[in-house]
């Protein structure tokens, strides 16, 4: 399942979590124009670079946005990511549920999760 | 954190968190929560009488996707006795709209509405690719506007509708408001919250949607699957409009009803009466309404036709460079007359009736 993204660092690392990801409403075009990606990232998280979340806690959303944008965003990165979170207009979804619902960055991350990433920044 | 359940049906596990209202709904509860709330809309605002000719100003996009799906929904579940079409306007943008179109095309096999699709090419002989080339990137959302707005009337004309519905959502308006306090725009503040504008002779426009987040739209079209395309205009961008939105929906992190608070903001400011407004006419040689002696498209037309397309553009210092409106030398193209649609006429002809006196 593992693919290209992360699999040097989940090898040094040790334990891995397999995730789909998917992309919507114009989101998949930072991201190749893949709709849909099945990604392996390190089950413990790093420490986000401001240091308001530490090293060695299980892996969590913050952790997921950090690690696409250093493994998986293509372009435009200030179109994804605003400081440690996604941008605002960016929806996402954890397992077909409203983020908002699950404690969003917080939510820790379990193995085959559906993470559903969707802009609403697109032309309507 | 357990799965919370829904506080509608205090039963199925919600999915969704509303930023209207805080509420954690269900999937099935926001389905009839969103539809019922555009219903409420619809019928507060009085839009529809059994039997309009309704056309949905179809793009392809979210808005106007969801805005056709549900307007069929409700047209069946409340009988209200419209005939609803699609009507989709042709930029002429390779690489954009042309992809948009075949989703408009899908849309009508999945909802079964006839669909009319008017290019700028057929109607001004222009695309927007063709106008990009002759004026550059800087004002060619201007043409775009203009020619789409007219386009759409002509398009309803063609139709025999008289109401237009657009797809422009909670968060189109809000921003609205916010861009014209920032520009000072006073007569425009004072219309940009109507649910509904017409003039005498204009063909009604109405959003349902408005007062339906964004937010709540793309999860209503995702839990639905309906299909939708999305992209950026090439052409666009447009700067002033995108700094509203990223504004607005930082705000809307921290204050989720920010977006209707500012709509109700722009619907409670009163705009004093010495605003004047611009007598309307009809173009001379058109006949599509105007301020002018000659409408914008067709100024913008002949400044197209005759190589000086700042014709009919405001310039830095807001002057406009105006043409008289003499018969062009050459064989320029012109837009063909513009006729009311007929179901207008009728019902112009039967206002009449009832208002004169007895």
């Known amino acids: ?124 | 954190m357990p799965p919370r359940t829904c506080q509608f049906c205090q039963n199925a596990r919600a999915i969704i968190r509303r930023p209207k209202t805080g509420d954690h709904v269900c999937k099935e509860c926001f389905f009839n929560v969103f539809e019922t709330e555009v219903h409420n809309t619809i019928q507060e605002a009085k839009l529809f009488k059994p039997g309009d000719r309704v056309a949905i100003g179809a793009s392809g996009g979210k808005d106007s996707t969801v805005l056709a799906h549900v307007m069929k929904t409700l047209n069946e579940r409340y009988d209200y006795g419209l005939n609803l079409f699609l009507l989709s306007i042709d930029e002429g943008i390779t690489g954009y709209r042309d992809d948009s179109l075949e989703t408009v095309k899908r849309n009508q096999q999945q909802y079964d509405l006839p669909l009319k699709i008017l290019s700028y090419k057929e109607l001004y002989g222009w695309t927007m690719d063709a106008i990009v080339e002759q004026v550059g990137r800087k004002n060619n959302c201007t043409f775009c506007g203009v020619f789409r707005r007219q386009a759409l009337d002509r398009g309803a004309a063609s139709l025999n509708v008289d109401h237009i519905v657009t797809g422009h959502n909670a968060d189109d308006i809000a921003e609205t408001v916010l861009m014209n306090i920032m520009r000072g725009d006073i007569a425009r503040l004072g219309r940009c919250t109507l649910i509904c504008t017409q003039g005498e002779d204009t063909i009604r426009r109405s959003k349902p949607l408005k007062y339906a987040y964004e937010k709540e739209i793309v999860m209503y079209a995702y839990f639905k699957k309906l299909d939708y395309f999305s992209t950026e205009c090439i052409y666009s961008p447009d700067a002033y409009r995108g700094h509203a939105r990223s504004f607005l929906k930082s705000l809307e992190v921290a204050r989720p009803s920010v977006i209707i608070d500012i709509i109700r903001s722009g619907e409670a400011f009163e705009v004093a009466q010495e605003v004047v407004i611009k007598e309307q006419r009809k173009c001379s040689r058109c006949g599509y309404i105007a301020s002018n002696e000659l409408c914008k498209a067709c100024t913008l037309l002949e400044g197209l036709e005759r190589g000086i397309p700042k014709l009919g553009i405001r310039d830095g210092k807001r002057k406009k460079i105006e043409i008289e409106a003499t018969e062009p030398d050459g064989p320029l193209r012109t837009i063909p007359m513009f006729k009311l649609p007929s179901v207008m006429e009728n019902s112009q002809a039967a206002r009449t009736e009832t208002t004169a006196p007895s």
């Open chain 1, 1 to 124: 399942m593992a693919n290209d993204f992360g699999l040097n660092v989940t090898m040094a690392s040790g334990e891995t979590i397999n995730l789909k990801i998917q992309f919507g409403g114009g989101a998949e075009l930072l991201f190749g124009n893949i709709r849909s990606h099945e990604v392996s990232i390190p089950a413990i998280a790093a420490a986000t670079p401001s240091g308001s979340k530490q090293a060695d806690r299980p892996s969590d959303i913050t952790f997921l946005i950090q690690w696409m944008k250093d493994n998986m965003l293509k372009e435009r990165e200030g179109l994804f990511v605003e400081g440690e979170t996604v941008r605002p207009g960016i929806l996402v979804l954890i397992n077909d549920t409203d983020w908002e619902l699950e404690g969003e960055g917080d939510y820790i991350l379990q193995p085959k999760d559906e993470i559903v990433f969707i802009s609403t920044l697109h032309g309507g």
